[in-house]
């Protein structure tokens, strides 16, 4: 069975400065993995996506994200947070075989000025 | 281009109540999810289709849900009667097929049961 764990549940960083979002998964597949982001009172939107390709993916706004599989781990990064940032992101697993897309618990990030 | 829109954006019902939630998901796409999302639970799958044929609906919690796609355009959500712990953000998601994993979400409805 495939899950992921969002190691923190808040991260607080100032703006400008790096973030570190943190997802470990387990899967039994080559698993797909994705990076959501949540805004107030909206629906979810891609940031970023792994599927077996390139294992360094950048997305949307900046953000990256490494997929290690000696770790088993999808972090996704932000060389300089701008207060726009400040939102609730999942980490999603899906295995290759079918749609059963896992999101994780979440984790929010807040950017202080 | 149009988003996934789902209406209504808030419900306030009281228990025992009949509750449909509407989803109406971008054109050409041909998957299409309803999900739940709560603090207890985070987000949850509910059923999805696809060409407008439930494929899985193991997520729903119970038979006073269900859900229909009558066509590629609309689908619904109903839960009746609703409960108390029904109370909840219902996503809808679209996707171009069942197996890109990259979802556009709608803006949720919110749904309390009083």
């Known amino acids: 069975a495939q899950s992921v764990t969002q190691l923190d549940s808040h991260v607080s960083v100032s703006e400008g400065t790096p973030v570190l979002l943190r997802c470990n998964y387990s899967s039994s597949y080559s698993p797909s993995l994705f990076w959501y982001v949540q805004h107030p009172n909206k629906g979810l939107q891609l940031l970023l996506k792994?599927?077996?390709?390139?294992?360094l993916v950048k997305g949307i706004n900046g953000f990256e994200a490494e997929f290690k599989k000696s770790e088993t781990s999808f972090h996704l990064t932000k060389p300089s947070a701008h207060m726009s940032d400040a939102a609730e992101y999942f980490c999603?697993?899906?295995?290759?075989?079918?749609?059963?897309?896992?999101f994780g618990a979440g984790t929010r990030l807040t950017v202080k000025p | 281009d149009a988003g996934v829109i789902q209406s209504p954006r808030h419900e306030v019902t009281e228990m025992g109540q009949e509750v449909t939630l509407r989803c109406k998901p971008i054109?050409?796409?041909?998957?299409l999810f309803w999900y739940r999302q709560t603090m207890m639970r985070g987000l949850e799958l509910l059923i999805y289709?696809?060409?407008?044929?439930?494929?899985?609906d193991s997520g729903m919690p119970e038979d006073r849900f269900s859900a229909k796609m009558p066509n590629a355009s609309f689908s619904t959500l109903k839960i009746q009667p609703s409960e108390p712990r029904d109370s909840a953000v219902y996503f809808c998601?679209?996707?171009?097929?069942?197996?890109?994993?990259?979802?556009?979400f709608g803006e949720g409805s919110r749904l309390t049961v009083l």
């Open positions: 792994y599927t077996s390709a390139a294992t």
């Open positions: 054109s050409g796409h041909n998957s």
């Open positions: 998601a679209s996707s171009l097929s069942m197996n890109t994993g990259e979802l556009f």
């Open positions: 289709f696809n060409n407008n044929v439930p494929i899985d």
């Open positions: 999603v697993v899906r295995p290759y075989n079918n749609n059963d897309m896992r």
